[in-house]
């Protein structure tokens, strides 16, 4: 990830930018890139970037973000297995897995669903999400021992997940509307080029004060994310690899492992089994819903 050289495109490469650029425009105002992946969907699909003349650099980062969104629309919905495996700066691990399921909701923030099934300590544990468009996104979780369901607050989502180094606010489906943008440069990442775009949250509850994101630059998956906290340290790295295509358009990343400079410790979330379009259902998302976790 190092270097400065912009990249030169040809001039078949700016047409045919141009003309994904005209399609995507009239629907890419909505999702952001991503995880996750929040920062666990993150699947980080995107179009060819398009080069418009006289473009200032928070001008070139929204249109980033918007493209890249654009590609991830119309998945309807997919689930897939997730293995967590949490290292404490001593490289001790421990390992959870899970399932996960998430429904795409046009005009609004996605709802997802994250159910641990092992270790038995915490079976059952579940995590839903409706991410929300210029709003604080609502978070339940449900703990079964208690045999209840707790609220997430807003000022709490920096908090860990589960004692993982990602926070709530990570598990979380972005949205381009929720973060100014600035294009910052390409560069060589690996055999790739990448764009290197800034990201400032606007809510002020984000227990971010700005993320550093590189993507390559044909297909805009992201490849790593630098996230600062809010008195402007450095505090995580979000490194994403072994990214598969599925219905011959929807990018996905195998690993995503999220580095804790401040403690040294590692959390790594590998995906498995993805299936899109299950005609999953509003009521699978509901509070009702998760109390019937099994």
């Known amino acids: 990830m190092s270097g400065t050289r912009p990249m030169q495109m040809s001039a078949d490469d700016r047409t045919a930018g141009k003309r994904v650029a005209r399609r995507g425009w009239k629907k890419a105002f909505r999702r952001a890139p991503g995880m996750l992946s929040g920062v ?9 970037v ?13 249109r980033i973000a918007r493209e890249a969104s654009a590609r991830n629309d119309g998945f309807g919905d997919f689930t897939a297995g997730l293995t967590m495996v949490l290292r404490d ?3 001790r691990e421990s390992v959870r897995r ?3 399921k998430v429904l795409e909701v046009q005009g609004d923030g996605d709802k997802s669903l994250f159910v641990f099934d092992r270790p038995r300590d915490v079976q059952g544990t579940a995590l839903l999400t409706h991410a929300r468009i210029n709003m604080p996104d609502d978070q339940w979780l449900y703990l079964p021992a208690l045999r209840r369901v707790k609220r997430i607050n807003a000022s709490r989502r920096s908090g860990s997940f589960m004692g993982s180094e990602f926070s709530y ?9 929720e973060y100014t943008y600035r294009y910052l440069r390409d560069e060589p990442c690996g055999a790739l080029t990448c764009t290197v ?3 400032v949250p606007l809510d002020r509850d984000s227990g971010y004060s700005r993320k550093v994101v590189w993507q390559d630059t044909e297909e805009l998956r ?3 994310m630098d996230l600062y906290d809010r008195k402007g340290s450095h505090l995580k790295t979000l490194m994403l690899a072994d990214y598969r295509q599925y219905l011959d358009r929807y990018w996905r990343a ?17 995906w498995t089994d993805f299936r899109f379009r299950n005609n999953l259902g509003e009521s699978e998302f509901s509070q009702t819903a998760l109390r019937r976790v099994r």
Do not use: I
Request: aromatic share 4%.
């Open 40 to 48: 666990l969907l993150l699947a980080c699909l995107g179009l060819p």
């Open 254 to 270: 195998g690993e995503q492992t999220m580095e804790n400079h401040l403690t040294g410790a590692s959390t790594v979330l590998k």
């Open 197 to 199: 775009t800034e990201q």
């Open 50 to 62: 398009s080069h418009a003349q006289g473009e200032t650099p928070e001008e070139k980062g929204l």
């Open 222 to 224: 992201t490849w790593r």
């Open 98 to 100: 899970m399932r996960f």
């Open 169 to 177: 606010e990570d598990m979380s489906s972005p949205e381009v509307d």
């Open 89 to 91: 700066r001593h490289g």
